[in-house]
């Protein structure tokens, strides 16, 4: 599976990655040269980046899945207890 960008993510990453050469080293580098900067970064970085928000994403969801029970569970046969408990306190 390939990472892609939306066009305005790309340009802005593009534009992103000019700036970082402009502002941090010797060398600027062209649109053409960041673009391409950028899908290798994409094709090689981005498969862990993008398994590592999974795995996060897994996590979370098996820690709410776990509370779920707790956040939403309903005690069972409760109709004659409140009515044991209106009793009492007609004593």
């Keep these: ?3 892609e960008l939306p066009d305005p ?4 990453a593009i534009a992103s990655i000019e700036r970082y050469f ?3 080293m010797e060398e600027k580098i062209g649109n053409v040269a960041a ?3 950028l899908g ?3 094709e090689e970085v981005g498969p862990s980046i993008y398994n590592k928000a999974v ?3 897994q996590e979370r969801l ?3 899945i776990s509370e779920l029970d707790i956040e939403i569970h309903e005690e069972e046969f409760q109709y004659w207890r409140k009515y044991e408990r209106s009793a009492k306190g007609r004593k």
């Design 62 to 64: 098996q820690m709410r």
């Design 9 to 12: 993510a790309r340009k802005t």
């Design 35 to 37: 673009s391409g900067l």
């Design 40 to 42: 290798f970064f994409l």
């Design 1 to 3: 599976m390939s990472i």
């Design 22 to 24: 402009r502002e941090n």
């Design 55 to 57: 795995a996060d994403v």
